[in-house]
């Protein structure tokens, strides 16, 4: 008999546990989960039983960078358990929780190289929106690179410049909507992006680079530090106003992302970038990053289920 039950923060340890065992990418730390939660309009943890024992675990969540009347979940089954029902239970609540919040959609990810599952999720009508490779650039193998930005072009950090904050929001408002994906998210207001996306644990103003020209906000990058991962930072998000594309801005942002990571210890840096997205996946390859095994988007309509 297979039971579905939700946790609190209490549970998350375990859970995470779970998690690490089906998909270690996906694993990360309590304080992680939590203020990816914090983050969210909501979120919630389930883990599935059989006959009392621990089989699977799912998320589900809603507004986080997600368009309206679309939810995310993702269900995690171990391997000894498979093929007895237990992610199609999983399924069934992650719907009927998004369901309950007014999505029509359940959107998800699943690891590029895991033929099973995305067999699986076919069969149950999700259906490929978009693939996120996973890049990656070993830091010990390499000198922390000069910045050597475009003329007329500064480069600074967010905790020298507190008052440009206004600015990176507005190059935000631009290169949000730009990404493959993104293209119907709504943009969140001043207060609630900086919340949510410049405030959250992970999070440094010393790690978040602005590029100017000419005294003018033109683009920035920031960088995302994991409590779980401490050798490893994450390439958060990187934006250039459309007026400024083209002349080597992003470019000069990414090496002063990784020139500080080298400088401050880091092992590697990591990014994930959708396929469709050519201008950032070429800079990301020019500057020595290496593409692994990374997730296909899913999604599917959740017109009929009860």
């Known amino acids: 008999m297979i039971e579905i039950r939700e946790i609190g923060t209490d549970g998350l340890e375990g859970w995470l546990a779970t998690v690490g065992r089906v998909r270690p990418d996906r694993a990360g730390s309590v304080e992680d989960y939590l203020d990816w939660k914090r983050q969210a309009e909501d979120m919630a943890w389930f883990v599935a039983a059989v006959d009392g024992e621990d089989a699977g675990v799912a998320f589900a969540y809603v507004g986080w960078h997600s368009a309206p009347g679309t939810g995310?979940?993702?269900?995690?089954?171990?391997?000894?358990?498979?093929?007895?029902?237990?992610?199609?239970?999983?399924?069934?609540?992650?719907?009927?929780?998004?369901?309950?919040?007014?999505?029509?959609?359940?959107?998800?990810?699943?690891?590029?190289?895991?033929?099973?599952?995305?067999?699986?999720?076919?069969?149950?009508?999700?259906?490929?929106?978009?693939?996120?490779?996973?890049?990656?650039?070993?830091?010990?193998?390499?000198?922390?690179?000069?910045?050597?930005?475009?003329?007329?072009?500064?480069?600074?950090?967010?905790?020298?410049?507190?008052?440009?904050?206004?600015?990176?929001?507005?190059?935000?408002?631009?290169?949000?909507?730009?990404?493959?994906?993104?293209?119907?998210?709504?943009?969140?207001?001043?207060?609630?992006?900086?919340?949510?996306?410049?405030?959250?644990?992970?999070?440094?103003?010393?790690?978040?680079?602005?590029?100017?020209?000419?005294?003018?906000?033109?683009?920035?990058?920031k960088l995302s530090l994991s409590s779980s991962r401490t050798n490893v930072v994450m390439h958060d998000m990187t934006g250039v106003r459309r007026v400024f594309r083209g002349r080597g801005i992003a470019g000069a942002l990414k090496r002063a992302e990784i020139a500080w990571a080298k400088q401050a210890g880091y092992e590697a840096l990591e990014t994930s970038n959708e396929v469709r997205n050519e201008p950032i996946r070429r800079l990301n390859e020019r500057h020595g990053y290496v593409v692994q095994p990374g997730v296909v988007v899913l999604h599917d309509s959740l017109a009929g289920i009860e």
């Open 72 to 221: 995310r979940g993702e269900a995690f089954v171990l391997p000894e358990h498979r093929g007895a029902g237990v992610g199609f239970a999983l399924y069934r609540e992650l719907a009927g929780w998004v369901l309950e919040r007014g999505c029509v959609t359940l959107e998800t990810t699943v690891a590029e190289d895991d033929p099973a599952s995305l067999a699986w999720a076919d069969r149950r009508g999700f259906r490929e929106i978009g693939r996120d490779s996973r890049l990656v650039l070993d830091l010990t193998a390499i000198e922390a690179p000069a910045v050597d930005p475009p003329e007329g072009v500064e480069i600074v950090t967010w905790a020298e410049r507190p008052d440009l904050i206004r600015g990176v929001y507005e190059v935000a408002c631009e290169a949000y909507p730009d990404e493959p994906g993104q293209e119907g998210t709504p943009m969140d207001s001043f207060e609630v992006w900086l919340s949510k996306d410049m405030q959250g644990d992970s999070d440094r103003p010393e790690a978040t680079f602005i590029a100017l020209a000419d005294g003018e906000v033109a683009g920035y990058a």
